[in-house]
């Protein structure tokens, strides 16, 4: 892995803390990380392919990113405060979940470039699947699903939730200016 990969997969984990320290769910909060996996996508991919079985990768690694980013905002705590946004608050089980969704992605990675490239091989082979950017492809897919499922489900439970609570950042705000 270089350091770009290091650094990228960095970045992904540091989302976990502001989704633990918690935040109001703006535009910039969605934004971050699509952007950032959007970022990946441009780094990563250099194409597309689609014969084979590689489709079938995509969807089922789509839908194992799918399910952990919906499991991840299930298990976020969302409420309204009284300025009128939502916020989330991302605990134990979620911020795991996009933990393993992270880490498995680099496990993955870790185990091709570290003595895995024949059994990746062999099982592609085995698959159908057509080459190694049909696994790239499937990982970035797998990412950005993730992200996607998140953001769509919080943004939805905030806007129904009946729950309320304080505003994020108030009390340091108020620390900053006295």
């Known amino acids: 892995m270089t350091l770009t990969d290091y650094l990228i997969n960095i970045a992904l984990i540091a989302l976990v803390i502001l989704q633990i320290r918690g935040s109001r769910l703006d535009l910039k909060t969605a934004l971050r990380p699509v952007i950032l996996v959007a970022a990946a996508a441009l780094y990563y991919l250099r194409g597309i392919p689609v014969a084979g079985n590689d489709v079938i990768l995509y969807v089922v690694l789509g839908g194992i990113g799918l399910v952990l980013g919906v499991a991840c905002a299930a298990t976020t705590r969302v409420w309204r405060a009284n300025d ?64 996607i499922g998140r953001l769509v489900v919080l943004r939805i439970r905030a806007a129904r939730t009946h729950e309320t609570g304080e505003v994020l950042g108030a009390g340091r705000r108020q620390t900053v200016a006295a």
Not at 97 to 106: A, K, M
Not at 107 to 132: K, L, N, P, R, Y
């Open 84 to 147: 009128g946004h939502g916020y989330a608050k991302a605990g134990v089980i979620a911020a795991a979940l996009w933990i393993i969704g992270i880490g498995s992605r680099l496990g993955f990675e870790e185990f091709w470039s570290h003595g895995g490239t024949h059994a990746i091989v062999s099982f592609s082979i085995a698959h159908d699947i057509t080459s190694q950017n049909a696994w790239v492809a499937g990982l970035v897919l797998m990412a950005l699903a993730e992200v």
